[in-house]
């Protein structure tokens, strides 16, 4: 094959290589809102599997995302399907997700080992993504156990 057949070839090979690149449609969410939205959709869901079935808790607590993030639930069904359908790019916003949602538990983990050390806690900040879902006001969780636990500022 001569030099000029070889550097032909090559450049077909970049092109065709670079023209496989997926790029999501302008309607589809990019992936930090994405993440963003999975991550407070997925602890509704955990909160909701503690809650009595109620309907229209369920409801309430995802309109309050998709409000939240400026997101119609069509756009985040038709996003989170595209997605789907792409596993490198949704493997990457959860591997996100799971590392956002292990920095949670261990800041919630050394909280409550501080309070049953008696180290004074009025400066640590307790803010928390989980707590902002629930209620939609400012509230801090001290521990783990159940939800009488907890202090509400307004």
């Excluded at 023209?19 to 997925?42: F, N």
Aim: proline share 5%; net charge negative.
């Amino acid at each position: 094959m001569s030099r000029r057949a070889k550097n032909i070839f090559l450049l077909l090979l970049l092109v065709l290589v670079a023209s496989c690149k997926v790029k999501a449609p302008e309607d589809v969410l990019p992936p930090e809102k994405m993440e963003a939205v999975l991550y407070d959709y997925h602890l509704a869901q955990s909160m909701m599997t503690t809650l009595a079935s109620v309907d229209y808790k369920e409801k309430l607590m995802y309109t309050y995302i998709y409000d939240k993030h400026g997101v119609s639930k069509e756009v985040f069904d038709s996003s989170l399907v595209w997605y789907n359908r792409y596993p490198k790019h949704i493997e990457r916003i959860y591997a996100n997700i799971e590392a956002r949602v292990n920095e949670e538990v261990d800041a919630l983990a050394a909280a409550k080992v501080a309070m049953e050390e008696g180290v004074d806690l009025t400066n640590v900040d307790f803010s928390s993504p989980v707590a902002e879902l629930w209620t939609s006001l400012p509230v801090r969780l001290l521990t783990a156990t159940p939800l009488g636990n907890r202090v509400s500022f307004s």
